[in-house]
C-alpha cells in the first residue's frame, strides 16, 4: 500500500515558480508517478509523468514551463513549475500505480492535493 503526501503548494504572482513535492511511503521506484490538477468546476487533468524508465509526459498546456522529477533515495517526487499563469491555479495532486498510465486519470493511489494559486 502506497500512501502520498503533497507540499509547496501555496500563493505565487504571475511569471513566478514553486516547487512541489510528494512524499511517498511505501517502495515506489517501481511505480508509474504523475501530477495532476483540478481547478473549480474543471476535470481533473494530467500534468506530468514520470515511468520507470525514466520517460517524462507533459500535458500541453505546461511543456515547456513545467518539469517532473523523483528522488528514489528519499521517495519524492518533484514538480517544477516556473512561469505560472493565472490558469494554472489549481489543486494540485500526486498520484502512483504500479501500471504505467501516464497521464491517464486511472492511477490507484492519490495525495489529498496542495492548493496552488497564481495571481
Known amino acids: 500500500h502506497v500512501q502520498l503526501v503533497e507540499s509547496g503548494g501555496g500563493s505565487v504572482q504571475a511569471g513566478g515558480s514553486l516547487r512541489l513535492s510528494c512524499t511517498a511511503s511505501g517502495y515506489t521506484p517501481s511505480y508509474c508517478m504523475g501530477w495532476f490538477r483540478q481547478a473549480p468546476g474543471k476535470e481533473r487533468e494530467g500534468v506530468a509523468a514520470?515511468?520507470?524508465?525514466?520517460?517524462?509526459s507533459y500535458g500541453n498546456s505546461v511543456k515547456g514551463r513545467f518539469t517532473i522529477s523523483k528522488d528514489n533515495a528519499k521517495n519524492t517526487l518533484y514538480l517544477q513549475m516556473n512561469s505560472l499563469k493565472p490558469e494554472d491555479t489549481a489543486m494540485y495532486y500526486c498520484?502512483?500505480?504500479?501500471?504505467?498510465?501516464?497521464?491517464?486519470?486511472?492511477?490507484?493511489?492519490w495525495g489529498q492535493g496542495t492548493q496552488v494559486t497564481v495571481s
Open positions: 514520470l515511468d520507470t524508465d525514466g520517460s517524462t
Open positions: 498520484a502512483a500505480d504500479h501500471v504505467s498510465l501516464q497521464l491517464a486519470r486511472g492511477y490507484n493511489y
